[in-house]
């Protein structure tokens, strides 16, 4: 089945910087998103984004299908964007609602 | 709208035990999924179904049964628990037309001793 590869798996940062995370994947895709799993353990949707660029604020994904690769950017980074980030991918040929989870980053923000 | 609702948010079973987690959505999402989360790692998924009648394995089936008899909701049974199966617990839902964002319940928390 597809994989999905996240790095870097730990990253601390000090309140204001900015960073990147990267997702790898080994197949095609049709469907990629990000989340943020906050420290209460609630997932949240941050970009449904299988190829282009979005941006949302201070936070900006860019997916390049055809390299398998997809970037998170955080600007500014604030302690409330400590939490875990992950990728996600369904491989199928059509969207099927079922994802394939990478192992996430796991971000701290410090003041 | 309440989005995914699940419940209970904590459980304690002893091993062998069965029992249901319940999941509902009210967003007249076709596509529902159970995922489970183990410590330091992704979700992994167990069942997912594409449309009330309809389900099908994930990565992790085994122990867990599932059911649609409704668009809203989709229960995961846990037939005779095992310590193994300790972990969190995602019930998320999508709808995928233009695009496929899926959306997840707050989790439910399950220890078996």
């Known amino acids: 089945g597809i994989q999905v590869e996240q790095s870097p798996p730990d990253l601390i940062l000090q309140e204001g910087a900015n960073s990147t995370l990267r997702c790898n994947f080994s197949?095609?895709?049709?469907?990629l998103q990000w989340f943020h799993q906050n420290p209460w353990g609630q997932l949240i949707n941050l970009f449904y984004?299988?190829?282009g660029t979005k941006q949302n604020g201070r936070l900006s994904a860019t997916t390049v299908a055809t390299e398998r690769y997809s970037l998170l950017y955080i600007s500014s980074s604030q302690t409330t964007d400590s939490g875990v980030y992950f990728c996600?991918?369904?491989?199928?040929?059509?969207?099927?609602?079922?994802?394939?989870f990478g192992q996430g980053t796991t971000l701290q923000v410090k003041p | 709208n309440a989005g995914v609702t699940q419940t209970p948010k904590f459980q304690v079973l002893k091993t062998g035990q069965s029992m249901t987690l319940q999941c509902a959505q009210d967003?007249?999402?076709?596509?529902m999924s159970w995922y489970r989360q183990d410590p330091g790692m992704g979700l992994r998924l167990i069942h997912y179904?594409?449309?009330?009648?309809?389900?099908d394995q994930g990565e992790v089936p085994n122990g867990y049964n599932v059911s649609r008899s409704t668009t809203e909701d989709f229960p995961l049974r846990l037939l005779s628990a095992a310590p193994s199966q300790t972990s969190v617990y995602f019930c998320?839902?999508?709808?995928?037309?233009?695009?496929?964002?899926?959306?997840f319940g707050p989790g439910t928390r399950l220890t078996v001793t």
């Open positions: 998320a839902s999508s709808y995928c037309w233009d695009k496929c964002e899926q959306y």
């Open positions: 197949d095609s895709v049709n469907n």
């Open positions: 984004i299988p190829s």
């Open positions: 996600a991918v369904d491989g199928g040929s059509s969207n099927t609602g079922k994802l394939i």
């Open positions: 967003m007249n999402h076709e596509y």
């Open positions: 179904s594409v449309g009330a009648g309809i389900t």
